[in-house]
């Protein structure tokens, strides 16, 4: 037996969490926002809601109905070896964005973004902690760095990401739109190694 004011696992308890995940993102942030607050706010068992999602992750990018698992996305980059993270987290993330499936849905976050504080703060929890604060947190130079000093890194990283975004998919740069995904790897992917690099130190570390 459920417990008394519970939903039962169903059809309508998915959209049920979801519901509940877009309202508690928007109240406490992405960075406050727990599975099992929102379990609380959807009125089910906080095991449904790994059993519909693996993740908070996952969960914020169904809400901002963006068609990409981010957590298998971050696997996949931290697949290869350590001096390849760099070139590989661009290519994923290009691969992502050329996708003809997702690409409208994330140009319309971004576009929203811009005008959104509320979203702008809960896209910042989900970069820091989720996306590029992953793979700071897993890549073995700068897994053991301090708390400041990852938190920069993973900025700088997201600063990278986020020019392309603009520059690609928004404002839509000709040398940008008509170069090769492995031509912007080319490019950028050194530059985002160098940041993941022990030698590298950040002025007043």
Same mark, same amino acid.
């Given at each position: *037996?459920?417990?008394?004011? $519970?939903?039962?696992?169903?059809?309508?308890? !998915?959209?049920?969490?979801?519901?509940? /995940?877009?309202?508690?993102?928007?109240?406490?942030?992405?960075?406050?926002?727990?599975? !099992?607050?929102?379990?609380?706010?959807?009125?089910?068992?906080?095991?449904?809601?790994?059993?519909?999602?693996?993740?908070?992750?996952?969960?914020?990018?169904? #809400? *901002?109905?963006?068609?990409?698992?981010?957590?298998? #996305?971050?696997?996949?980059? *931290?697949?290869?070896?350590?001096? /390849?993270?760099?070139?590989?987290?661009? $290519?994923?993330?290009?691969?992502?964005?050329?996708?003809?499936?997702?690409?409208?849905?994330?140009?319309?976050? #971004? $576009?929203?973004?811009?005008?959104?504080?509320?979203?702008?703060?809960?896209?910042?929890?989900?970069?820091?902690?989720?996306?590029?604060?992953?793979?700071?947190?897993?890549?073995?130079?700068?897994?053991?760095?301090?708390?400041?000093? !990852?938190?920069?890194?993973?900025?700088?990283?997201?600063?990278?990401?986020?020019?392309?975004?603009? /520059? $690609?998919?928004?404002? !839509? *740069?000709?040398?940008?739109?008509?170069?090769?995904?492995?031509?912007?790897?080319?490019?950028?992917?050194?530059?985002?190694?160098?940041?993941?690099?022990?030698?590298?130190?950040?002025?007043?570390?």
């Amino acid at each position: *037996m459920s417990p008394r004011g $519970r939903r039962p696992a169903g059809e309508d308890t !998915r959209a049920a969490i979801v519901a509940a /995940a877009a309202a508690e993102f928007a109240t406490s942030g992405y960075a406050g926002s727990s599975l !099992r607050a929102i379990a609380r706010r959807a009125g089910v068992d906080p095991r449904l809601v790994h059993h519909y999602f693996e993740g908070k992750s996952a969960l914020f990018a169904e #809400v *901002m109905h963006v068609p990409v698992n981010p957590a298998a #996305v971050i696997a996949q980059v *931290m697949s290869g070896p350590p001096e /390849a993270t760099g070139a590989n987290l661009l $290519r994923a993330f290009l691969t992502v964005w050329d996708s003809p499936q997702a690409q409208p849905a994330l140009v319309a976050l #971004v $576009r929203t973004g811009l005008s959104s504080e509320e979203l702008v703060d809960q896209l910042r929890g989900f970069v820091e902690r989720d996306l590029i604060g992953q793979v700071i947190r897993k890549h073995p130079a700068t897994k053991g760095l301090p708390a400041k000093e !990852r938190r920069v890194r993973a900025g700088l990283i997201a600063t990278q990401m986020l020019g392309l975004v603009l /520059a $690609r998919y928004i404002v !839509r *740069m000709p040398g940008i739109v008509e170069s090769t995904s492995e031509e912007l790897v080319a490019h950028l992917g050194p530059i985002v190694q160098g940041l993941l690099d022990p030698q590298f130190v950040t002025p007043g570390s």
